[in-house]
């Protein structure tokens, strides 16, 4: 099958150091892929370079063929990769629905304002935040703030949806919940790359994982296999004490 997401070579270099050093993987269509690796290993700096936050310093990235290594955040979304990140920001003092409202519109700037509240509304619906919809943001949980970065995320129409660790910090059950919301994404055909140290969750959600360590790939697989990888236990699970 054709990779829906291909990144090829990806180098990114901070001065002297190589954050990211030729990362390979393809996202076929319909998966949930998961990046995992010890803290520093290059993980969040991967997904900038998804993402277009940040430029390769060599390398290649492409969504269903089609180049995207030179292209800005703005035209990426546009494309289809939508992100939400590790540290949650939305804007304190608007409501639920115009922080969505406001990713409806980014990378889609001609929408009509009456398209862009229904998919800030379907993004609500599908994140279980509508009846918060009315509610300014500073007034969530921790638990909905992730869930209205999602939201935001999904209002761009993704076809890749980009997640930094949007389960840390959260208690068990709501982690449960968050499984089944980004499950239900997948469901409703948005393909999902995610990054996680909650282990169990990476288990239940993701279909193969990348696991990263110094910038590099270590190895890939599924969680069932790389999680018995001695030299995953070694640089990263056994430090965890997973
Ligand atoms: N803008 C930057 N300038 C310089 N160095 C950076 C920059 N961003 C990241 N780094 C360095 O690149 C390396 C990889 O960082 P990155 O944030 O990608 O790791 P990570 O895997 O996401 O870690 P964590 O699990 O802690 O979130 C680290 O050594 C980090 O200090
Ligand atoms: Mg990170």
Do not use: W
């Not at 869930?147 to 997640?163: K, N, Y």
């Not at 994982?209 to 990888?229: I, R, S």
């Amino acid at each position: 099958m054709t990779p829906l997401l291909r990144a090829i070579g990806l180098t990114k270099r901070f001065g002297g150091l190589a954050a990211v050093e030729d990362v390979s993987f393809d996202v076929a269509p319909g998966e949930i892929f998961a990046i995992i690796g010890p803290n520093g290993a290059g993980k969040t700096t991967v997904l900038n370079l998804l993402s277009g936050l940040l430029a390769p310093t060599s390398g290649r990235l492409e969504l269903d063929g089609h180049d995207l290594t030179t292209r800005s955040t703005a035209e990426r979304c546009h494309a289809g990769l939508g992100r939400a990140f590790q540290v949650v920001q939305p804007f304190p003092e608007m409501t639920v629905r115009d922080n969505v409202l406001v990713g409806a519109l980014f990378g889609h700037p001609g929408v009509p304002r009456a398209e862009a509240e229904r998919r800030a509304d379907e993004a609500l619906e599908r994140t279980g935040l509508t009846a918060l919809a009315d509610v300014d943001a500073e007034e969530l949980t921790l638990m909905q703030e992730k869930r209205l970065e999602i939201a935001r995320a999904l209002a761009t129409q993704p076809r890749v949806l980009l997640l930094d660790e949007v389960m840390a910090g959260l208690r068990p059950a709501e982690a449960r919940d968050a499984v089944q919301l980004v499950k239900g994404v997948r469901d409703g055909g948005v393909t999902v790359v995610f990054i996680e140290h909650v282990m169990p969750v990476v288990r239940d959600l993701a279909d193969r994982v990348l696991v990263m360590d110094h910038g590099q790939v270590l190895t890939e697989g599924p969680y069932a296999e790389v999680v018995q990888d001695p030299r995953v236990i070694e640089a990263y699970l056994g430090k965890e004490g997973a």
